[in-house]
């Protein structure tokens, strides 16, 4: 049964004085005019981030989800990528001019490199294109997604700005702690996709139903505690109304620090995750 009760959601700050908030909705869990329409329910839900991309060939559909929201376009935090195929100089410039156009907006929140792609070495390039977009306000926040310290300090030599946001493979099985500390000592937001875990599985154990019973949650809202309570954003997608309200409501309870000691021996290790030395998307 779904809730009515307006979710409320905080917002984090970013190093470059805005602030973003710090539970979000992914949108593939629906393609055409069903994303459309469950988006904007979700929307009018309460949810306020989004995360699309070039890559998910739905932009269409989240900009049509924000005008049937009737939400004011300054109230939504939207995010999209650069493809890998849009990697370099005039083609990042151009693939966000079509990403604005399937939008139907004239900005975006959030503009993110959505893998860095090494093969190409075109990220450097790309992000001095995404510092100008941003000049132009075209682009009001610059970040990056699956960005590793070697590759995020290449981007910082070259213009001296590091992103605002890495968008990373989180979730209690893959913890990513020494990276998160690495992007917290540069003033780096980590951003948590796939927050529930996918095949990783953290929902299905023990001890993760162990915490969710003693508090009175769910096993989702456990897992995605776990990264906002570390100041992380989470980006849950469901195409369940049912499940939106519990996805966000995740201040409302803490865990312990017996609880975080208790749930980082989920974590598979690093090894575990997505390598960007060498996975490349396009
Ligand atoms: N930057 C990148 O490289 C990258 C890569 C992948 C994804 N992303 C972004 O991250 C977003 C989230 O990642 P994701 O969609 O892969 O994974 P996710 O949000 O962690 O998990 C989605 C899955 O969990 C289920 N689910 C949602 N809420 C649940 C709940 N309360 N209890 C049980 N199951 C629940 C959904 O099923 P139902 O729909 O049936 O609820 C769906 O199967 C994406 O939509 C995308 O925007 C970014």
Redesign the pocket.
Known sequence: MANDTPIQIPTIPLSDGGAIPQVG?????AKGNELAELLAQTIRAGYRLL???AQ?ANEGAVGEAIRRSGAPREEIFLTT?VAGMDQGRDLTRRGLAESLRRLNTDYVDLL?I??PNPSRGLAVETWQEMLELQSEGLVKHVGV??FLPHQLEELHSATGVWPVVN???L?PALARTELRAWLASKGIVTEG??????SERP?DQIITHKIANRLGV????VVLRWAVQQGAVV??????PE?WH??ADLFSFELTEQDMIDLATLDLGEDAAWDANTHE?W
Do not use: C
């Open positions: 909705t992914g949108t593939l869990f995360d699309t991309a998910y990528k993110l959505h893998w997604s699956n968008q990373i493979q979730s996709w796939r927050p529930l875990g996918g929902m769910h096993v989702s809202q980006i849950p997608s469901s195409g369940k499940r519990s996805n998307e």
